[in-house]
C-alpha cells in the first residue's frame, strides 16, 4: 500500500557530496508522516546496515557511528519525501542505499534502492 522509491544515487568522487531522497506514493502516501523513516546501506557481499532514521514529527534523528558527522537525515512530509545529505564522502560509503518505512518496532516498506558509487 506505500511505495518508496529512492532517486539521487550516482558516481561522485571521495570527499564529494550528495543527496538523495525516497518519495513516497500509494494510497496511504498522505500519511508519511506517522512513520519513522530509516536509511539502510547494503555494499557488495556485505550485511545491509543501518544508516539513519528520523521519527514522523523529526524530534529523534539517530546515526551510525560510521556516518556521524558527515551525513544529516531529513524529512519533508508534505512532500511525502525523506531525505540523506551526505558530505564528506568516502570509499567505504559505496553501496545500495535503501529507504524503508516503519513503526518504533519494524520497518514495513522498503524502496528498490539506489547505487551510490564513491571513487578514490
Known amino acids: 500500500q506505500v511505495q518508496l522509491v529512492e532517486s539521487g544515487g550516482r558516481l561522485v568522487q571521495a570527499g564529494g557530496s550528495l543527496r538523495v531522497s525516497c518519495a513516497a506514493s500509494?494510497?496511504?502516501?498522505?500519511?508519511?508522516?506517522?512513520?519513522?523513516m530509516g536509511w539502510f546501506r547494503q555494499a557488495p557481499g556485505k550485511d545491509r546496515e543501518f544508516v539513519a532514521s528520523i521519527t514522523g514529527s523529526g524530534g529523534d534523528i539517530r546515526y551510525a557511528d560510521s556516518v556521524k558527522g558527515r551525513f544529516t537525515i531529513s524529512r519533508d512530509n508534505a512532500k511525502n519525501t525523506v531525505y540523506l545529505q551526505m558530505d564528506s564522502l568516502k570509499p567505504e560509503d559505496t553501496a545500495v542505499y535503501y529507504c524503508?518505512?516503519?513503526?518504533?518496532?519494524?520497518?514495513?516498506?522498503w524502496g528498490q534502492g539506489t547505487q551510490v558509487t564513491v571513487s578514490s
Open positions: 524503508a518505512a516503519g513503526t518504533v518496532s519494524q520497518y514495513h516498506y
Open positions: 500509494g494510497r496511504t502516501s498522505s500519511i508519511i508522516s506517522i512513520f519513522t
